[in-house]
């Protein structure tokens, strides 16, 4: 029996699953839709489907440089716990992720999932995986960075944090160091010229409504607005900010002193921006043992 795109379509509706996934299932059962169903139920990926709606807001980030080192790939791949996030399998899902992220070269999730892996589609890996560990697992973002000139230097700490930051010389140990910074205090900006008009323009309106009953002379109020401004800015911005590594400079004399240049930075931490579910440790374990004998 041919298996149509309209048997494809109703099977994926009513399952949840991808489209490779219930292609295959119609295949095998001959075109029955019922007994497909039956079929992807047990062996979970209509299952998987379903997992796919909670939050997912641990993981991990991934960092993969180019053989030439002009290029960069970073991804945010997520699970539900910490504890699923320590699996070998995912994991392993996650270098395959990142690979095929290089490889292909876009910062679009949607095309990533449906390139081939194997035969299968990442996709299809990703619903096998969830069916698997019990929990749901998505791939949130890819970034793609090119080195305009000089190196790229990152770092991954904890596997929750990533950073790839392009330095305009050809010095990795500055590069590495740098990464690390914005690991640490996570700057918004480059320098001050990288700040947009708009965003200072608030700031002000902001501290000139903190003085504007402070009793002070006007050209007092000024300056008052003045300095707060700068340590505003310096503090959202990667040159204005103390190196971690030594405090008593900052990370633009720290440059200059190097004579170099950031041109660009990224910056990745798991779940950031995502409503987190609040667990303790005990509960992930237990939702682990409960998700092997789940029946829905």
């Not at 690979?99 to 449906?114: I, S």
């Not at 019990?134 to 190196?151: C, H, K, S, Y």
């Not at 440059?255 to 950031?262: F, G, P």
């Not at 990224?266 to 609040?278: C, L, N, P, Q, S």
């Amino acid at each position: 029996m041919g298996i149509t795109a309209s048997m494809v379509k109703e099977l994926r509706e009513r399952t949840g699953s991808g489209m490779m996934e219930c292609k295959k299932a119609l295949v095998a059962t001959n075109g029955d839709i019922e007994i497909a169903i039956e079929e992807m139920r047990k062996s979970g990926a209509a299952k998987a489907a379903k997992k796919s709606g909670r939050i997912a807001a641990e993981g991990v980030v991934k960092i993969v440089i180019s053989a030439d080192g002009k290029s960069a790939t970073m991804v945010e791949i997520n699970s539900e716990t910490d504890f699923a996030a320590k699996d070998d399998g995912f994991l392993a899902f996650t270098d395959t992720v990142a690979t095929a992220a290089q490889n292909l070269g876009t910062e679009n999730v949607d095309n990533l999932m449906a390139s081939d892996i194997d035969g299968d589609t990442l996709e299809a890996v990703r619903t096998a995986l969830i069916a698997k560990i019990g929990e749901n697992i998505q791939v949130r973002r890819v970034r793609q960075l090119t080195a305009e000139n000089g190196v790229f230097g990152h770092y991954i700490h904890g596997v929750k944090i990533g950073v790839v930051v392009n330095v305009n010389i050809d010095n990795t140990e500055l590069a590495k160091d740098l990464a690390m910074h914005i690991a640490a205090v996570n700057p918004e900006f480059i320098s001050e010229k990288h700040v947009p008009a708009d965003y200072i323009a608030k700031e002000k309106e902001i501290l000139i409504a903190q003085v504007a009953d402070s009793g002070k002379p006007p050209e007092i109020v000024e300056k008052m607005i003045g300095g707060r401004l700068r340590k505003f800015l310096a503090g959202i911005t990667l040159y204005g900010q103390p190196f971690v590594k030594n405090p008593d400079m900052t990370v633009e004399k720290l440059l200059k002193s190097e004579n170099a240049d950031v041109i660009s930075f990224e910056r990745m931490e798991v779940g950031d921006g995502i409503e987190k579910k609040e667990d303790n440790f005990a509960q992930e374990v237990m939702a682990q043992v409960r998700a092997t004998d789940e029946e829905e």
